[in-house]
């Protein structure tokens, strides 16, 4: 790719920035494993200096108070808000993923001379992607989140963010320029392009000589329309219709503890509990507590008959000011992102089943079960449910990238192909054949 010359006053088109990234790419894939630290731990630095945090602060501020003027739903005001602690959060995620050992260069498989029919030595090693595309709404902690994972795994990332987020976006994307020129490294190593139009977007999906891969994360219409315009190959962060199957051999004070918190901690998150199925064997001694934890946190449960039947006194129904409603057909196979959860009972293992694969999104499912050994529910559980992430006896929330160990996470991919659940750094890289010869003809 040739440099274009273009007047300073004339400013860069969305060509011009793919192509800056590209270029940065080169590089980023030889730099040292110390240089990308030092570059991550500055990051940090930033992110806690009271000065730079007080930027930030302000300039979520400013898209706090667009958005309430522009009507934007309670959920997505939950997540577009930057605090201090989040803004701790990401720094300690940011120092997480700089402490994690370098993925590039790292040989995966190796062969001697003699091992190959031709005698090669043959190695195979993780390697850059080069340059992934992200494409977010609302959640202006995905900027720091994607660049330090890809810088991490050496690739140049394109981050394009919703117009709901630019201020926020602009003013952390700020901090990593800084901190990339603090320690030699091109700025061009993130490319921010938040608050772009949908159809300087549409362009950008067209660039599949300057990008490697795309990452759409965001409401469903966000994800299906970059999957059908991307000429690009994606990789789906889909939505998180997430359930808890409540076994017959369930505790039930752990059961309903779970599914409180799965459910209340941070109700407009994709790994939240939307539904819960409970087996008839434990209903009459769980549905009656869980009722009335889900009324006193001030959960929606949009339940099946039998459910209702065993709502102690006082869980009124929404018509007499209370908690509880009949469930419709569109309950089950739904994302609420808020204080709303849909209940069923089902009458066995299989059935619960069945259910998460007809209505699932392939996100998190858990179970909650006593019957964890050889055969029991959980590893029957575990083999036949295939979704991203299966958990037994926690909360669906923990998958997370942060809380798997990862650092960040650039996204919970809910498709099956190159990468399948928490993408952290292994994720963003791809492996290359190395092979060296001494004179081998074919």
């Not at 701790?88 to 091992?115: C, F, H, M, N």
């Not at 990332?157 to 990339?180: P, T």
């Not at 219409?221 to 359930?243: F, N």
């Not at 507590?289 to 006082?314: F, K, N």
Request: glycine share 8%; charged share 20%.
């Amino acid at each position: 790719m040739r440099p274009t010359t273009r007047h300073p006053s004339v400013p860069p088109t969305i060509a011009d920035r793919a192509t800056a990234a590209r270029r940065a790419s080169l590089d980023l894939g030889l730099l040292s494993t110390d240089t990308k630290n030092a570059v991550l731990n500055t990051l940090a630095d930033l992110l806690q200096n009271p000065v730079h945090a007080a930027e930030v602060l302000e300039a979520n501020a400013a898209d706090m108070r667009e958005a309430k003027t522009a009507g934007l739903s309670t959920p997505k005001l939950a997540r577009l808000e930057l605090t201090p602690a989040v803004l701790a959060q990401l720094a300690a995620g940011v120092r997480q993923v700089a402490a994690l050992p370098d993925p590039i260069g790292v040989v995966t498989r190796k062969s001697e001379a003699g091992e190959t029919p031709s005698g090669l030595h043959v190695r195979k090693v993780r390697a850059p992607l080069g340059v992934v595309a992200m494409v977010y709404e609302a959640r202006p902690g995905v900027t720091i989140d994607a660049f330090a994972l890809c810088f991490k795994a050496g690739n140049a990332c394109i981050l394009r963010g919703g117009k709901e987020a630019q201020h926020s976006n602009a003013a952390l994307a700020a901090l990593v320029h800084r901190a990339l020129t603090a320690h030699g490294v091109a700025e061009n190593a993130l490319v921010n392009l938040s608050g772009t139009s949908r159809e300087q977007l549409a362009e950008l999906l067209t660039m599949d000589k300057q990008i490697d891969l795309v990452i759409p994360r965001g409401g469903r219409e966000l994800i299906e329309t970059v999957c059908r315009t991307s000429r690009i190959p994606t990789v789906q962060h889909y939505q998180g219709v997430c359930h808890i199957y409540i076994d017959e051999a369930a505790n039930v004070d752990m059961a309903v503890e779970i599914c409180a918190i799965a459910k209340s901690s941070a109700p407009a998150t994709c790994n939240a509990a939307e539904c819960i199925l409970v087996h008839r064997g434990i209903a009459e001694a769980f549905l009656p507590r869980m009722l009335a934890r889900y009324a006193a946190d001030g959960v929606e449960v949009r339940a099946t008959p039998i459910v209702l039947s065993l709502a102690p006194q006082g869980v009124l129904g929404v018509s007499a000011g209370g908690h509880l409603r009949p469930a419709q057909p569109d309950d089950f196979g739904r994302e609420f992102l808020d204080l709303i959860v849909a209940m069923r009972t089902v009458d066995s293992i299989d059935e619960a089943i069945e259910h998460i694969a007809t209505y699932g999104s392939n996100h998190t499912e858990a179970i909650v079960t006593t019957n964890t050994g050889p055969g029991g529910a959980a590893e029957r559980f575990i083999a036949r449910v295939q979704s991203s992430c299966v958990l037994v006896n926690a909360s669906t929330r923990f998958n997370d990238g942060f809380q798997l160990g990862l650092g960040a996470e650039i996204g919970i991919s809910t498709s099956r192909v190159h990468a399948y659940g928490a993408m952290g750094l292994e994720e963003l890289t791809t492996q290359r054949w190395i092979a060296i010869g001494n004179g081998q003809t074919r």
